[in-house]
């Protein structure tokens, strides 16, 4: 009768029809008692999130196959607006920080990675004063800039005032410049105005416009939108602060 190795199927490799021939078993399987199984390897069966909302130290858990990291820079503060002079004070906005995303093999990571959150900023207190800009966000090769200030104004103050500029990002598979603030109007024939907006970014939004009264700024919602700035008639009033930094690490492992 036919006989053959152990650890072989019968099956043919060869191109076109012909006779059965031996087949082995490559590595990362086995076969006993008649069954094949696949050996070795090892399969993601948990996600965790780690979350850092100021600095620290992560510490690569044991079994890491991979982590994904999602960091977004802080946005920039808006300025305030002073009551001085004629017409309306719209100072600039702050603009929205950047953001960055890398997957890291195990290997990549050392027993532990420093994770640096850019400082938060500041709106610009009542009356012509700047806000300050976004700090800068990092891990293991990824930068993400923080978003850049917004000027302070008052009621002299030529209105329209430019847009500030997102911050950038490097190092990452995905890096995504914020997004830069919307510039006010006022036009004097009509004496209407409306305010700077903040500039928005990947995981925030920035405040809507406003367009009439005596307004604080306002932060908006999420991380890393730029603040917006004041806006006022008649009496000072101050910027807001733009969205905190935050980074996520995923972590992808097989115990």
Known sequence: G????TARLIGRTTAS???PEEISIGSGLSM????????????VVSCVLQTFTSSGTWTKPSGLLFAV????????????ASSSGSGFAIPQSGAGGGYTEKLYMAADLSATETV??????TGGSSGNNAGTAGGNSTFKGM???????????DRATVA??????????????????????????????????????????????AARRVTSGNTAGDSGTGYGQGGRG??????????AAGGDGITYIYEYKSV
């Open 2 to 5: 036919y006989t053959m190795a």
């Open 17 to 19: 029809t012909g006779a």
């Open 32 to 43: 006993s008692a008649g069954s094949l199984s696949a050996t070795g390897g090892s399969a």
């Open 69 to 80: 990291v999602k960091q977004q820079a802080p946005g920039g503060g808006g300025g305030g």
């Open 116 to 121: 640096t959150i850019g400082a938060a900023s």
């Open 143 to 153: 930068t993400a800039n923080g978003g850049a200030l917004g000027a302070g104004a």
């Open 160 to 205: 329209q005032p430019d847009e500030t500029v997102g911050g950038g990002a490097t190092g990452g598979d995905i890096n995504i410049k914020g997004k830069s603030s919307g510039q006010g109007v006022y036009t004097s024939a009509g004496g209407i105005g409306w305010s700077s907006k903040g500039g928005d970014s990947v995981l925030g939004t």
């Open 230 to 239: 004041g806006f006022c008639s008649t009496v000072s009033v101050a910027g």
